[in-house]
């Protein structure tokens, strides 16, 4: 069923596979459809799948959809560098074997001291995992509201 005229506003939100979502739909009168959409630009293909299921529901009105879509906040920003693990390691033990030879007894190490050695632990660029995963997470977003439009009209 087409509707003709219609103001409103609904939202919704989800979470999967490490991203975070929200869809925000408006809608006031209007003489004419007029569509403003805005979805992130790696979603390739979703602009004109919304396009089509609105002007196959909606005759007229002014329409605003956004799609906001971010990676879940998740602590794997961090990583240990081997190497420069190995080269705290080596020359803390270096240290430890000239404290010795001088006669001087040090406290031992925890892990706690290696992690604070400049060099040990990295912080590594959360947009290259991002790019990787976002053809993934294009396909199944794109996919996700195909499903959510087909549901719907069945209805």
């Known amino acids: 069923m087409r509707v003709n005229s219609m103001t409103g506003f609904a939202s919704s939100q989800g979470a999967a596979s490490g991203y975070e979502w929200a869809w925000d739909i408006r809608s006031v009168n209007g003489k004419t459809l007029d569509i403003r959409a805005r979805f992130p630009e790696w979603i390739e293909g979703l602009e004109p799948l919304v396009r089509k299921a609105i002007s196959d529901a909606v005759a007229r009105g002014n329409i605003a959809i956004s799609l906001r879509v ?49 060099g040990v632990l990295e912080l590594f660029s959360l947009r290259e995992q991002f790019n990787r995963e976002t053809a993934r997470a294009s396909a199944r977003i794109t996919a ?10 069945t209805l």
Request: net charge positive; aromatic share 6%; proline share 2%.
């Open 70 to 118: 971010k990676k879940s906040d998740e602590t794997a920003g961090l990583r240990v560098s081997q190497q420069g693990l190995q080269a705290a390691i080596d020359a803390l033990l270096n240290v430890q074997k000239t404290a010795s030879t001088a006669g001087l007894s040090l406290a031992p190490l925890t892990s706690f001291d290696l992690l604070n050695v400049r």
């Open 144 to 153: 996700g509201f195909a499903h959510r439009i087909y549901q719907d009209a």
